[in-house]
């Protein structure tokens, strides 16, 4: 009788010993009531309690937790624009007290203080500031994050705004503006190109007039000191300037006609203004000839003959 008074007996006192112990896990802390009164935070660990007495209230996890917050508001210039922040809070291990029993939804908590610091901070900023400014509402969202949780045991880490988002037909205005700013500028190095090429151009084509000209002016210098030395030579043969232009001008009418007769398919046709004056011109044209071939004649008399000439 006294063995099955004993086997539940002990049978009880080991369960009251096997409830006497419980495991926290890393990065965990345990809230221990007694009688519904808070009695102590354990923390990771084998940790030891009263049963029936006390009794595990709530476990609060002490790593980095990460909350994505999207807020949709208004900007300066009445785009609407929906921003989403990503706030990232830890529980202050010292404070596992005031985070279990001062707030009871956290997220719910986060989530108002993002809204009220985001629509307290985009309208005054135009749609472009806020894609250029978004640090500076992350930094003002943990501002005001950091003051109202610090008092319940919840530090902010970091805030951050990871995506803006208009509206599709303003994001599609924006694209149409940067297109047309980019075939603005485009066409713009285009024509400062088509501008260098044409003054170039000019500047090549000037320069070719100048050295054309040079060398007309180069070939006509030529030609008037060809023209001095024959009526010098001229001269010392007892010609006088006016016979020696006269038979210059002859020789050049014929060299022309010559260079006019090795082309194929020219006519050439001389029109004098008159008969008497085309007569003259011809009678003028034979005695220069003729007076040519005598100068040439005396020339030739009076070239030294070679010494084994007899």
């Given at each position: 009788?006294?063995?099955?008074?004993?086997?539940?007996?002990?049978?009880?006192?080991?369960?009251?010993?096997?409830?006497?112990?419980?495991?926290?896990?890393?990065?965990?802390?345990?809230?221990?009531?007694?009688?519904?009164?808070?009695?102590?935070?354990?923390?990771?660990?084998?940790?030891?309690?009263?049963?029936?007495?006390?009794?595990?209230?709530?476990?609060?996890?002490?790593?980095?937790?990460?909350?994505?917050?999207?807020?949709?508001?208004?900007?300066?210039?009445?785009?609407?624009?929906?921003?989403?922040v990503s706030v990232q809070y830890v529980v202050i291990k010292d404070k596992v007290y005031e985070a279990f029993y001062k707030l009871e939804y956290p997220h719910e908590q986060i989530t108002s203080?993002?809204?009220?610091?985001?629509?307290?901070?985009?309208?005054?900023?135009k749609l472009d500031d806020v894609f250029v400014k978004k640090d500076d509402i992350a930094i003002a969202v943990k501002a005001e994050l950091?003051?109202?949780?610090?008092?319940?045991?919840?530090?902010?880490?970091?805030?951050?705004?990871?995506?803006?988002?208009?509206?599709?037909?303003?994001?599609?205005?924006?694209?149409?503006?940067?297109?047309?700013?980019?075939?603005?500028?485009?066409?713009?190095?285009?024509?400062?190109?088509?501008?260098?090429?044409?003054?170039?151009?000019?500047?090549?084509?000037?320069?070719?007039?100048?050295?054309?000209?040079?060398?007309?002016?180069?070939?006509?210098?030529?030609?008037?000191?060809?023209?001095?030395?024959?009526?010098?030579?001229?001269?010392?043969?007892?010609?006088?300037?006016?016979?020696?232009?006269?038979?210059?001008?002859?020789?050049?009418?014929?060299?022309?006609?010559?260079?006019?007769?090795?082309?194929?398919?020219?006519?050439?046709?001389?029109?004098?203004?008159?008969?008497?004056?085309?007569?003259?011109?011809?009678?003028?044209?034979?005695?220069?000839?003729?007076?040519?071939?005598?100068?040439?004649?005396?020339?030739?008399?009076?070239?030294?003959?070679?010494?084994?000439?007899?």
């Amino acid at each position: 009788m006294g063995t099955f008074i004993l086997i539940p007996i002990l049978f009880f006192g080991l369960l009251i010993l096997f409830m006497s112990f419980f495991v926290v896990k890393q990065q965990t802390a345990v809230i221990i009531e007694r009688f519904g009164r808070f009695q102590s935070v354990r923390n990771s660990g084998l940790q030891m309690k009263i049963p029936l007495v006390d009794r595990l209230a709530g476990r609060v996890s002490l790593k980095i937790t990460q909350l994505d917050v999207i807020v949709e508001t208004k900007t300066l210039d009445d785009v609407f624009v929906k921003l989403k922040v990503s706030v990232q809070y830890v529980v202050i291990k010292d404070k596992v007290y005031e985070a279990f029993y001062k707030l009871e939804y956290p997220h719910e908590q986060i989530t108002s203080y993002v809204f009220d610091v985001v629509r307290a901070e985009v309208p005054k900023m135009k749609l472009d500031d806020v894609f250029v400014k978004k640090d500076d509402i992350a930094i003002a969202v943990k501002a005001e994050l950091q003051d109202a949780m610090l008092d319940y045991g919840y530090d902010i880490i970091k805030t951050l705004v990871t995506d803006i988002d208009p509206d599709s037909q303003v994001k599609a205005a924006m694209n149409r503006i940067n297109a047309s700013e980019r075939e603005k500028i485009a066409a713009q190095f285009e024509g400062d190109a088509a501008r260098i090429l044409i003054v170039e151009k000019a500047k090549a084509e000037a320069e070719s007039k100048r050295l054309q000209g040079q060398g007309i002016a180069d070939q006509r210098r030529e030609i008037a000191r060809g023209l001095e030395e024959s009526v010098e030579v001229l001269n010392k043969v007892g010609i006088n300037s006016q016979e020696a232009s006269a038979l210059i001008v002859v020789t050049q009418h014929y060299d022309t006609l010559q260079a006019i007769g090795e082309e194929t398919n020219t006519n050439l046709i001389l029109l004098p203004n008159s008969p008497q004056a085309g007569s003259d011109m011809l009678n003028n044209m034979v005695a220069s000839f003729t007076a040519s071939n005598m100068i040439g004649e005396a020339m030739k008399k009076d070239q030294p003959k070679p010494k084994n000439q007899k």
